[in-house]
């Protein structure tokens, strides 16, 4: 079983639609949950981080955390062409510093 | 604030070479990470420093890989000898807390 796992793409959404990506992740003693946006070729921009369960809102991007069942998830709403992108999952432990990071999910927005 | 930056973007190298990759950190971050990501596959801790103590070198795949960070700035990376399977975009990131900041990578090509 993956440290992280992140639902597979591609995802394909309309502009003006609310994009939906979900992570689960294995290790019960983690800590911290972020996502990063990463555009082809370029590096992973940190766009949210959650530490507590319910929902963090930025923007139009929302995170959602549920450590019970060990789940986080990345709303988008309002997605706009500028948001087709993969999206990675990165989670860490209490015990360390290190990211473990999904596969991350491509998010493609349709004009 | 400058970002964090990797020297060279790209780099190509036959096997058995030997290869130095460089990492400048965000200014004032104590923590630097190193990351690599090979063809298909999640993005991978390698180690972490904080200042120019090695942390944690858990994920450094075998000894052909030495990390170095003098005087608790930059930080370089060193590949000998490079095997083809070093291939993949090698990614430093750097962190004050919790919140890691990634460069750009620099893409390893062995031959």
């Known amino acids: 079983q993956k440290e992280v796992e992140q639902n597979s793409g591609p995802l394909s959404v309309p502009e003006g639609a609310i994009a939906s990506l979900n992570c689960t992740y294995s290790d019960r003693v983690s800590q911290s949950f972020f996502w990063y946006r990463q555009y082809s070729g370029k590096s992973p921009e940190l766009i949210m981080s959650i530490y507590s369960n319910g929902d963090k809102e930025d923007g139009r991007f929302t995170a959602q955390l549920n450590k019970a069942s060990q789940y986080v998830s990345l709303l988008i709403r309002d997605s706009q062409p500028s948001d087709s992108a993969t999206y990675l999952c990165?989670?860490?432990?209490?015990?360390?510093?290190?990211?473990?990071f999904g596969a991350g999910t491509t998010v493609t927005v349709r004009a | 604030e400058a970002g964090v930056t990797q020297f060279p973007s790209h780099s190509v190298i036959e096997k058995g070479q030997t290869v130095t990759l460089r990492c400048d950190p965000i200014s004032g971050h104590d923590n630097l990470y190193w990351y690599r990501r090979v063809m298909g596959k999640e993005i991978k801790f390698l180690l972490h420093?904080?200042?120019?103590?090695?942390?944690?070198e858990s994920g450094m795949p075998n000894n052909r890989f030495l990390a170095e960070r003098t005087g608790g700035t930059y930080s370089t990376l060193k590949v000998q000898p490079a095997e083809l399977e070093d291939s993949g975009v090698y990614f430093c990131?750097?962190?004050?807390?919790?919140?890691?900041?990634f460069g750009p990578g620099t893409r390893l090509t062995v031959l």
């Open positions: 990165a989670v860490k432990s209490s015990n360390d510093y290190k990211l473990s």
């Open positions: 420093f904080v200042k120019e103590s090695k942390q944690d």
């Open positions: 990131a750097s962190s004050h807390s919790w919140e890691q900041f």
